[in-house]
T-cell receptor, first 116, second 114 residues
Framework: AQTVTQSQPEMSVQEAETVTLSCTYD???????LFWYKQPPSRQMILVIR??????QNATENRFSVNFQKAAKSFSLKISDSQLGDAAMYFC?????????????FGTGTRLKVLA | NAGVTQTPKFQVLKTGQSMTLQCAQD?????MYWYRQDPGMGLRLIYY???????DKGEVPNGYNVSRLNKREFSLRLESAAPSQTSVYFC?????????????FGNGTRLTVT
């Protein structure tokens, strides 16, 4: 069975600095999708970024980018120029690729604090 | 453009009471999900519905029932609430016809069982 591990329960970053959140996963599959979700204090789960395993190029969305290392089964999230609004819980998630696959597996989350 | 709507936002129950959490989506998605979120445990899947008319158990289904009323609505019922069901519950939906489509979440229901 697949697992997702976020080994950092909490991280802090100074405003305008860069921070990297770690995520590792375990799978025997070759094709899958990975996601980062953000959960601010409002409780809403917001998609930050997604990565298809078959793509070698790392996904980027504005200040958010990933470092996807398929062989190492690592999927870290880098937040550049951190802003106060980035303070939130961040969840890494895995989903198998084939159509008809419905289950997502979530990590336990990393709480990010942004210091002014 | 409502997305996924959950009601209620907060609920307090006494042990043994029953209630239904409602969820509706307006994105014409086939798949819908119910998760619970507990501190230090991430999100755990309770039930999901791959399409209208089908439901399947997830990781933690005990104590819950679901109904996929139509394509839009997917409700979660607690028949006899227990303190262990104190949690934040999220409904989500997804366009399962697109392989890379993400989950879209509702705003969650905070449930306390005393």
């Amino acid at each position: 069975a697949q697992t997702v591990t976020q080994s950092q329960p909490e991280m802090s970053v100074q405003e305008a600095e860069t921070v990297t959140l770690s995520c590792t996963y375990d799978t025997s599959e070759s094709d899958y999708y990975l996601f980062w979700y953000k959960q601010p204090p409002s409780r809403q789960m917001i998609l930050v970024i997604r990565q298809e395993a078959y793509k070698q190029q790392n996904a980027t969305e504005n200040r958010f980018s990933v470092n996807f290392q398929k062989a190492a089964k690592s999927f870290s999230l880098k937040i550049s120029d951190s802003q106060l609004g980035d303070a939130a819980m961040y969840f890494c998630a895995y989903r198998s690729a084939p159509l008809g696959t419905y289950k997502y597996i979530f990590g336990t989350g990393t709480r990010l604090k942004v210091l002014a | 453009n409502a997305g996924v709507t959950q009601t209620p936002k907060f609920q307090v129950l006494k042990t043994g009471q029953s209630m239904t959490l409602q969820c509706a989506q307006d994105m014409n998605h086939n798949s819908m999900y119910w998760y619970r979120q507990d501190p230090g445990m991430g999100l755990r899947l309770i039930y999901y519905s791959a399409s209208e008319g089908t439901t399947d158990k997830g990781e933690v289904p005990n104590g819950y029932n679901v109904s996929r009323l139509n394509k839009r609505e997917f409700s979660l019922r607690l028949e006899s609430a227990a303190p262990s069901q104190t949690s934040v519950y999220f409904c989500a939906s997804r366009d399962s016809d697109r392989v890379n489509s993400p989950l879209h979440f509702g705003n969650g229901t905070r449930l306390t069982v005393t």
